[in-house]
C-alpha cells in the first residue's frame, strides 16, 4: 500500500470554527489533492498541489484553503465550518498529473 | 471544465454473469481515463487506465472499452462474484492541461450467489 496517512481519522465540530486535516505521504509524489465525498455527489475535488507551494482550486474549492510547504504534507483547511462541510475528506497522492491515484483511507468531518 | 456521467447508480446481477458498467464524459476527450474500485468505508483503489489510442485493455476478469467518438467507456467484470460487489468509479482530467483527475458519481455492483 502506498504510504498515505490522513489526520484526524474522525472529526466532529461545531459551526463557525477552525478545522485542519492532514495528509501526509512517505512516497515523495509530486502531486496530492483533496477530495470530498457525499451522498449523491460522488467524489469531487477540492484542491491539488503540483509541488510544494504550488496549488490550485478543485470543482467544489469555496470555503476551502489548503498549504503545502513540504512534499509530504498537504493540509485542507476549513475557516469556518460550516453544516454543508460534513463529509468524509480524501487525500490522494500521485507521480504524474491526472495519473494513478493512491488513496488514504479518509477522514470523516461532521459539523454540528 | 469536464463532464462525467456513469449512467446506473446501481446494478445487480447473478454470479458468474457479466457486469457492464457504463461511463460517458461530455466534453472535450481526455488522453486516457481511469477506473477504480471503492469499498464501503475505504478510499478507492486503482484498476485500470486505458489511452485514447487504445481501443480495448484486459486485467484478469476485467475489459475497458473507449470510444473517443461516443465519448464512452465501458467496464466489464467477467465471471462475476460476490466479491466483486463494490462501487465503481471512473476518472478522467479535470481539463485539458491533464493537471487533476476528476471522477464520476460511481456506479455500485452486487453481485447474488
Known amino acids: 500500500d502506498a504510504g498515505i496517512t490522513q489526520s484526524p481519522r474522525h472529526k466532529v465540530t461545531e459551526t463557525g470554527t477552525p478545522v485542519t486535516l492532514r495528509c501526509h505521504q512517505t512516497e515523495n509524489h509530486r502531486y496530492m489533492y483533496w477530495y470530498r465525498q457525499d451522498p449523491g455527489h460522488g467524489l469531487r475535488l477540492i484542491h491539488y498541489?503540483?509541488?510544494?507551494?504550488?496549488?490550485d482550486k478543485g470543482e467544489v474549492s469555496d470555503g476551502y484553503s489548503v498549504s503545502r510547504s513540504k512534499t509530504e504534507d498537504f493540509l485542507l483547511t476549513l475557516e469556518s465550518a460550516t453544516s454543508s462541510q460534513t463529509s468524509v475528506y480524501f487525500c490522494a497522492i500521485g507521480d504524474k498529473a491526472a495519473g494513478e491515484l493512491f488513496f488514504g483511507e479518509g477522514s470523516r468531518l461532521t459539523v454540528l | 471544465s469536464q463532464k462525467i456521467e456513469q449512467n446506473s447508480e446501481a446494478l445487480n446481477i447473478q454470479e458468474g454473469k457479466t457486469a457492464t458498467l457504463t461511463c460517458n464524459y461530455t466534453?472535450?476527450?481526455?488522453?486516457?481515463l481511469q477506473w477504480y474500485r471503492q469499498d464501503p468505508g475505504r478510499g478507492p483503489v486503482f484498476l485500470l487506465l486505458?489511452?485514447?489510442?487504445?481501443k480495448e485493455k484486459r486485467k484478469e476478469r476485467l475489459k475497458v472499452t473507449f470510444d473517443t467518438t461516443l465519448k464512452q467507456s465501458l467496464f466489464h467484470i467477467t465471471a462475476s462474484q460476490p466479491a466483486d460487489s463494490a462501487t465503481y468509479l471512473c476518472a478522467l482530467a479535470l481539463n485539458q492541461a491533464g493537471t487533476a483527475l476528476i471522477f464520476g458519481k460511481g456506479t455500485t455492483l452486487s453481485v447474488s450467489s
Open positions: 466534453n472535450y476527450s481526455p488522453a486516457y
Open positions: 486505458i489511452r485514447e489510442n487504445e
Open positions: 498541489s503540483y509541488g510544494v507551494k504550488d496549488t
